[in-house]
């Protein structure tokens, strides 16, 4: 892997108390053993798509990064470091079409008062078949209620934090059953996110997609996507939904920045249309954001 595909800048760094920019290799270790990022999982994250080395949906990305922060009761990210380091990294990463940066923050060294952050980037895989021929989903209990974000906000549903074991762990189940991906559904039955994607559900000229209130992470591509959908005939509207309105959907995605738009063509092991057409628009539209 060549420096160009997988650059590192350090943010934060154990010995210093104001972040600055430090380019590192990331072919070398980097991170102390002690860091509870590695220890832990204590700490947040964001994933960007950048686009022949324009960072995508940046200012919603560093938006949701601050809000994932303040949910942990970390030290609130230095907005302009981020971005100069999102943007270092983005311009190493203009020769290819599809790449994706990752921010990361973490509480730091075990028993230092100061936190690590860093940025890194490299190429895309090919999502090609996923967008085109869609996913097979099984529909998973994530063991929470709806309210679980107002009952017990120390669950931190709906921040990016660096804990996604358990959304690994989703998708292995997945794959066990015989498909690609996950809808997680609360306890009282409604339906959530995927462990790394939002849902979207078409219904005649309607486009829902689940209240964050749900404790699910605020997408940026569904944002996107909500903000151009009047120019396509759709009404976007933030609603509950259940399995049953999915599995009476005309189409359902899963979209998230990097694969983007992928349609959902099994809800588990029932066929669901896949929309070609919409689908291509959508992602057309979500590869040619400069911003
Ligand atoms: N929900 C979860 C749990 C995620 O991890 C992600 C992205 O990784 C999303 C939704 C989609 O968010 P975005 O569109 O901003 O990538």
Redesign the pocket.
Known sequence: MTLAQHLLLVVHSGAETTPHLVEADAGLPQLAVMDVAATRGDGIFE?LSVASGHPQALEAHLSRFERSARMLDLPAPDRGVWRDAILAVAERLAEYEESWIKTVLSRGIEGQPLPTGWVYGTVSPDFRRERTEGLGVVLLDRGYRSDVAQSSPWLLAGA?TLSYAV?RAAVREAQRRGADDVIFVSTDGLVL??????VLAKRGERLSTPPSEFG??P????DDLFHAASDWGLEAIVEPLTPDDLRGADAVWL???VRHAAPVRAIDGAAMTVDAALTATMNGFLRSRRS
């Open positions: 994933t990016k959304n996110e995927g462990p790394t994607s939002t699910i992470l997408g940026t591509t569904q979209v998230s920045s």
